[in-house]
């Protein structure tokens, strides 16, 4: 992980420092020193420069600080490369001022890892509408499968009805059956029939008592 690299300056009352930065420069933050000249006196860290395009100087506050009322000060100060700065510390008291160089990424290797970020957002986005394809691929083979399986029930249902309603058609026009038999069963049992007959033809009748007997009974009686 790269850091940005930290920028100090620590400036005597009344005392007045040239800078000019080889990177562009922001200044954060400036207070008192932890030790004081004169706590009831203010001290102002100032600004000066010579704006491009003019030849005169311009210098401006930044901060004014007090001893126990105003010990520190936030900035949001943005200096220029190769431009030449004034900080002047202006009544008795040392202050104290901080910063920091933005890392500086050699332009080969910037435009490298803009090429790069621009890369993985391209294969984000292609990632991303290959997923919604899928899902939504997936959404229509799901709703076909039901609409097929509901199609598949519905048949089902209509070929039972269709099988009932037959084999109930069928029953009701199917006419009563009579047991048949084969002409040799016919004369088997013709035959059979016949024998019963002559076997009752045959049986020898029951004597009569002839008259003799009768005559004898009649004698006894």
């Known amino acids: 992980m790269d850091f940005p690299e930290i920028w100090m300056l620590n400036l005597s009352g009344n005392e007045e420092v040239e800078i000019t930065p080889p990177r562009p420069l922001s200044l954060t933050n400036v207070s008192l020193a932890a030790l004081v000249a004169k706590e009831?006196?203010?001290?102002?860290?100032?600004?000066?420069?010579?704006?491009?395009?003019?030849?005169?100087?311009t210098s401006?506050?930044?901060a004014t600080l007090f001893k126990n009322r105003s010990d520190?000060?936030?900035?949001?100060?943005?200096?220029?490369?190769?431009?030449?700065?004034?900080?002047?510390?202006?009544?008795?008291?040392?202050?104290?001022?901080?910063?920091y160089f933005p890392f500086d990424r050699p332009q080969d290797e910037t435009d490298s890892q803009v090429g790069d970020s621009e890369e993985d957002e391209s294969k984000t986005?292609?990632?991303?509408?290959?997923?919604?394809?899928?899902?939504?691929?997936?959404?229509?083979?799901?709703?076909?499968?039901?609409?097929?399986?509901?199609?598949?029930t519905a048949n089902a249902k209509t070929s039972r009805k269709a099988a009932q309603s037959k084999a109930a058609k069928s029953t009701r026009s199917r006419p009563a059956?009579?047991?048949r038999t084969s002409p040799a069963q016919d004369s088997e049992s013709s035959a059979k029939a016949g024998t019963s007959?002559?076997?009752?033809?045959?049986?020898?009748?029951?004597?009569k008592p002839s008259a003799v007997?009768?005559?004898?009974?009649?004698?006894?009686e």
């Open 40 to 57: 009831d006196a203010r001290t102002s860290l100032v600004l000066a420069y010579v704006p491009m395009g003019s030849e005169t100087e």
């Open 60 to 62: 401006v506050a930044l």
């Open 72 to 99: 520190n000060h936030m900035l949001m100060v943005n200096l220029s490369p190769d431009r030449t700065y004034v900080l002047r510390a202006e009544g008795p008291n040392n202050v104290d001022i901080v910063g």
């Open 125 to 152: 986005e292609n990632e991303a509408s290959t997923r919604a394809k899928e899902t939504v691929v997936k959404e229509e083979v799901h709703s076909a499968g039901e609409e097929t399986s509901v199609e598949a």
């Open 177 to 179: 059956t009579t047991k």
């Open 197 to 207: 007959t002559s076997r009752r033809a045959t049986k020898a009748p029951a004597k």
């Open 213 to 220: 007997a009768l005559g004898k009974r009649k004698v006894k």
